[in-house]
């Protein structure tokens, strides 16, 4: 979904191979499917392409699970990721327009396409992110930081920080 050139980790070999060492099926945890390490920076990116309306818990999931087994093969505990860690959700915004919640809020008359344009854009002049798919709830939780991004703002992150 990207072309990016960054150096990431298959974080879906490393769950396999870290439960195949249990003797377990990788099946028994999910994982994100990419991480970078840069410094002491930890960045957890899930890419989705398709419609996140049956997607939210399986994402949720992935990220506590990926939290479990990352922690447990370095040692770096939440503690270390909310000070560091990062997580970036990656999605095919022509199939996800607008989330649920933004979707009663327009017909409460709250939100239209146009206005979560306009939010987006005093978002980021404000330097706050518009955060999609109910996953604010993991910033300060688990993260330092929390994204959700279409492609194309993914890649100018990624340019950004190599």
Known sequence: MTESTEQV???????????????????????????????????????????????????????????????DITGMGIAHMREYGTFILVYNEDKN???????????????????VKIARYFSDKAEEEFIRFDLERFKKLYFKKVYTYSKERFERYISNIT
Request: some cysteine.
């Open 9 to 71: 980790i298959d974080f879906d070999k490393v769950k396999t191979r870290y439960l195949n060492s249990l003797e377990l099926s990788e099946e028994n945890a999910s994982s994100v499917d990419g991480i970078i390490c840069k410094d002491d920076d930890v960045i957890f990116i899930e890419f989705k392409n398709g419609n996140m309306r049956n997607e939210k818990r399986k994402v949720k999931d992935k990220i506590r699970d990926s939290l479990l087994i990352f922690g």
């Open 97 to 115: 327009p607008l989330t649920d919640q933004e979707k009663r809020a327009r017909r409460d008359g709250e939100s239209s396409p146009s206005l």
